[in-house]
């Protein structure tokens, strides 16, 4: 069975930084590419990052710059380095594996990302 487990969140204030991390289970990671989503209260989830099984990533533009997402294959981990954050990358954060359309992975509990002052 597929387990994604998201943590590191908290609260920040704006221009702070926060690492995130997310750890497999259940998959061969090394093969799969992985992502970062997040929903903000009221909005449906959206796409933050990818990084391929060889290392090559994609940001949506609203955080291309600040965030930076990375992976271990040895560890079964993957990492989302947040930096310069505002107050409109409040939202919780999850990572899963797309496929095309899809995700291999039931959503998980997520980690909450609040950037006030």
């Known amino acids: 069975q597929v387990q994604l487990v998201e943590s590191g969140g908290g609260l920040v204030q704006p221009g702070g930084s926060l690492r995130l991390s997310c750890a497999a289970s259940g998959i061969i990671f090394s093969i799969h590419t992985m992502a970062w989503y997040r929903q903000a209260p009221g909005k449906q989830r959206e796409l933050v990052a990818t990084?391929?099984?060889?290392?090559?990533?994609n940001y949506a533009d609203s955080v291309k710059g600040r965030f930076t997402i990375s992976r271990d294959n040895a560890k079964n981990m993957m990492y989302l380095q947040m930096n310069g954050l505002k107050p409109e990358d409040t939202a919780v954060y999850y990572c899963?594996?797309?496929?095309?359309?899809?995700?291999?992975?039931?959503w998980g509990q997520g980690t909450q990302v609040t950037v006030s002052s």
């Open positions: 899963n594996a797309p496929v095309g359309s899809v995700v291999i992975a039931s």
């Open positions: 990084v391929t099984s060889g290392g090559s990533t």
